[in-house]
């Protein structure tokens, strides 16, 4: 179920009660192998949900989300940053997050 704060489980996928581990891609963002959906943590305690998705990339180690960061409160991207930072607007509702990823790039 999305509620708008992160664990280790990929917020698009639990929309459709999907639990798909979220871990390190080769880029240093966490992505979804299941739908690529890619996070930032570089303004913790803020996740960005980056407006691109992964290669599919996944380091051999398969390092995921540590127990310290879960609770970080999911928000957009910022369209406008060049270092992949988010709006500081958490999203507000499922609606909003449904919306948001509705314009990132197909699987």
């Known amino acids: 179920m999305f509620d708008g704060y992160l664990d280790d489980l990929c917020p698009e996928c639990l929309l ?9 891609n080769d880029s240093d963002f966490y992505e ?3 739908c690529n959906l890619q996070i930032s943590f570089r303004e913790y305690p803020i996740a960005t949900v980056l407006n691109f998705r ?3 990339k996944i380091r051999t180690e398969k390092k995921s989300i540590s127990d310290e960061d879960f609770g970080a409160g999911l928000a957009p ?5 060049k270092n992949f930072l988010s709006s500081s607007k958490l999203f ?3 609606n909003s997050f449904k919306e948001y990823i509705s314009k990132i790039s197909n699987k």
Do not use: A, F, Q, Y
């Not at 459709?16 to 390190?24: F, H, K, P, T």
């Not at 991207?77 to 940053?81: I, K």
């Open 16 to 24: 459709d009660e999907v639990n798909s581990r979220l871990l390190l």
């Open 32 to 34: 979804c192998p299941k």
């Open 54 to 56: 992964g290669k599919g």
């Open 77 to 81: 991207m910022d369209p406008n940053s």
């Open 92 to 94: 507000e509702d499922k």
